[in-house]
């Protein structure tokens, strides 16, 4: 569909340069606002996010199939300055950051939440929250070294970002949150429990570290330090890998 006009051509053009800066979480701090590129990644976010605009680049392919905006056509130019992908398809939407509060945050019961502590790797939280999504669980950030917009967590989700009960809060809070409402099952190379050997079947919260630092100690003080049983030699896993067994262990003990 080259050589179809667009409605913004240059990368001068302010809404442009709007889109851009969408990149940087200060500008999707103000703005509320955040950036989600990809054809499958827009079409999901439909049924979950206020849409505010559709962005769509002829020049790569055929238009988005997204019902609820006509979308504002943009030459390659505008869109490689906005794309954050090696191969873009030409579609992207600006949408209305939710609310990540936990005024809002509402697992379903019993709840299972997984709980990221000081994760600030992107590609670790979006795969954390596709994690999530396959085994019912909700996320809540803890004291987070990113947002859960910044556009790489939103590409490494595919789509899970908006399935996914969500919460992004200080540590303190949500230590409070899950004293309150969860037992507290912390992921720890030296914990005295095994995986095998916790109840999952009660409203739980999860704790996983980030990997350079790990486990906050405030969670230990509140949880179970809990071993994942390994045979080789490495002590601990990545940070998305133990979540996932946390998680698959925990919904097969719901499933029986």
């Known amino acids: 569909m080259s050589g179809q006009p667009v409605d913004i051509e240059s990368t001068a053009n302010q809404r442009a340069k709007n889109w851009a800066a969408l990149a940087k979480r200060g500008e999707r701090d103000s703005t509320g606002t955040f950036l989600i590129e990809g054809r499958r990644e827009a079409e999901r976010a439909i049924d979950h996010l206020v849409i505010e ?15 609820l905006l006509a979308p504002t056509t943009v030459s390659r130019r505008v869109f490689d300055k906005i794309s954050r ?6 579609i992207a939407c600006v949408a209305r950051t939710p609310d990540l509060s936990l005024g809002s945050f509402a697992p379903q019961a019993p709840a299972l939440v ?4 000081g994760i600030e790797k992107p590609g670790n939280i979006g795969a954390m ?9 909700a996320f809540l950030g803890s004291g987070l070294g990113t947002d859960l917009v910044n556009p790489n967590v939103v590409r490494a989700a595919q789509g899970a970002l908006y ?21 507290i099952v912390v992921a720890h190379p030296s914990g005295a429990s095994l995986l095998w050997e916790v109840d999952f079947t009660e409203p739980t919260a999860i704790v996983i570290g980030a990997e350079d630092t790990g486990i906050d100690g405030q969670w230990l003080e509140v949880g179970t330090p809990t071993l994942i049983p390994m045979a080789g030699a490495a002590d601990s896993l990545n940070a998305s890998v133990s979540a996932g067994v946390f998680l698959s262990e925990a919904a097969r003990q719901r499933s029986s």
Do not use: H, M
């Open 53 to 67: 605009e559709v962005l769509w680049c002829p020049e790569y392919g055929d238009p988005p199939t997204l019902s």
């Open 85 to 90: 992908r090696q191969n873009p398809d030409g």
């Open 114 to 117: 997984l709980v990221g502590d």
């Open 129 to 137: 929250l596709r994690t999530c999504d396959a085994f019912g669980a």
């Open 163 to 183: 399935s996914t009960p969500l919460a992004a809060v200080s540590r303190a809070d949500a230590i409070k949150w899950c004293v309150e409402n969860t037992t």
